[in-house]
């Protein structure tokens, strides 16, 4: 009971300030043994299954909370203990956990063939092409979820013919879908389905609401040019500098107006003999002389009717030849379309190079201009960059802000292996700074100063305490009284004899005539300065030594 009494007193005696620095320490320190002991004591965490919906989160952490196993839901997926993630989906999957969203085929087994009717069974068998192709499409890299639709060709039995058609909702990790991924959806349901062309197909992003793969205006196609140009340039880049160590941007200046010229040249100066036609007649006549008619003349004589009369002959001969010639003509027509490529303009920028010294400090510096070189013509071989339309490529070597970029957002395959132990070491190593601060500059000055100001109780409460002999033989006087000082303050090297004084109360008033024992404390140090000096020196050269037992 003495001793709890005495340790009231010497609370009592502690200042306020004293007293909130010693809580603040014991709850910072309770709080780093918690962290330190929560990081220790806690398994690493693991992927158990990501993007999933709230359907089938709900049914697996029901699962986890029956088998009381700890687990954590993040934004990527649900988190188990490391040990446990192996387990846990083996018991799942026994359970059928976690079910698909999308049914396919597998809805035809729950069909009656005695209560199903035609229009039950087409229905259903609908719902199941349209579950297998969004399975497959989900399947895909980077694409989240889809939901297919495929239009009814009910009415063509009656006759009416009905271009089929669809329409596919798409889902991607990140906001942008490209426009050759809608275009091999495109395909794939087109191929899955009879009579569906991939212009009947319709791809629409999820996120954003626009339709994707339309053969819009000129500019639309310019953009998807620069885009398939940055991916070339992008993947060369990457495989030399590392993923996210570049920024490339595409600029295609192409035409908008359509032109269609017609050209006809004609060269006089070549001339070329086209065809050669040769005509030859020939001109062949033969008679007599005329002679004047007389009586004679009726006479039957031939003698004497043509007797006398002279004879003619005529040949004549003509040859024509004729050469055609013509002249050297080319003649030209020129369409022109919209979407033809007048320029590319490429920007390329690149990070530098990051050293570090034998000291461990880090040093920033740009690439040389021979590598930058040589990554300029490398993306102008991959872009197909023609000087002589204008087309320019511009590389700069900058220091990036905030470091590398980030990678698109998905789920790990584990949380717990390798890739984790950096990170736990980083918080173990962290931790261990922050303990062995607070116990170097926190508690150790702490527990020496509350050991200079307060003095333990001697065995038998308030009894004197003994004096020790010092080196030169000095003793120490017993100091009387009840209080904290008097009862239990150890003897020193070097310590001189004091007058007894009650410390009870150093800020009350007692002692004779209303003198304070404090007041009488100076005067005795005063009186004898030399030997308050030596003891003060011998407390500071050899400090409190601990009482024997």
Known sequence: MQNVKSLIENFRLIQSSRLILAILVAVTVGLVIFSMSRVLLTPPSALLYGRLDANAMTQITAYLDTENVLYEVREDGLWVPGEE?????????????????????????DLNGFGTTSQMFDAAYLRAREGELARTIAAADGIDWARVHL??????????????????????????????????????????????????????????????????TPQAGAFDLADQLKFRAER?????????????????????DSEQI?????????????????????????????????????????????????????NETETNARVNFDFSE???????????????????????VTETDAAGTETWRPRSEEELGDLRDLVGS?????????????????????????????????????????????????????????????????????????????EGGGAAAEAEGNADGTGM?????????????????????????????????????GERPIDRLVQSVGAKKEDSLEILRGWLETGPQSRPA
Request: glycine share 10%.
């Open 85 to 109: 993630r192996d387990r846990l989906r083996m018991a799942l999957a026994s359970r059928g956990l976690p079910n698909a969203s999308v049914t396919g085929y597998e809805i035809l087994d």
């Open 151 to 216: 239009s009814s060709d009910a009415a063509s039995r009656w006759g009416d013919t009905v271009e089929a058609s669809a329409s596919v909702l798409v889902q991607t990790r990140s906001s942008e879908i490209q426009k050759y991924q809608a275009t091999a959806i495109k395909h794939l349901v087109a191929a899955a389905v009879a009579g569906l062309q991939p212009s009947g197909v319709s791809v629409i992003n999820a996120q954003t609401g626009a339709l994707i793969g339309e053969e819009q």
């Open 236 to 256: 060369m880049l990457d495989a030399h500098l590392g993923f996210g160590r570049s920024r490339v941007e595409v600029s295609v200046e192409t035409e908008r």
């Open 262 to 314: 017609f050209e006809r040249k004609v060269d006089p100066s070549q001339k070329v003999e086209v065809s050669t036609e040769n005509q030859e007649v020939t001109m062949n006549s033969e008679g007599t002389g005329s002679s004047a008619v007389t009586v004679a003349s009726n006479v039957p004589n031939d003698d004497a009717a043509g007797g006398g009369a002279p004879t003619s002959s005529r």
């Open 330 to 352: 080319v003649r030209r027509e020129v369409v022109r379309n919209p979407g033809s490529i007048n320029r590319i303009s490429v920007a390329v920028l690149v990070d530098g």
């Open 382 to 458: 991959a872009i197909g960059i023609n000087e002589e339309r204008g087309d320019r490529v511009t590389i700069k070597s900058l220091r990036f802000d905030g470091g590398l970029a980030t990678l698109e957002a998905g789920a790990p395959a584990s949380g717990g292996g390798i890739g984790q132990m950096p990170f736990r070491i980083a918080q173990l190593a962290v931790f261990t700074i922050a303990a062995l601060a607070i116990a170097f500059f926190v508690l150790k000055p702490a527990i020496l100063d509350r050991a200079r100001y307060s003095l333990p109780e001697l």
């Open 477 to 513: 006087a017993e100091l009387d009284g009840s209080g904290a000082f008097g009862d239990d303050l150890p003897a020193l090297p070097g310590m001189m004899d004091l007058p007894t004084f009650d410390t009870m109360d150093f800020d009350g008033e007692g002692g004779a005539g």
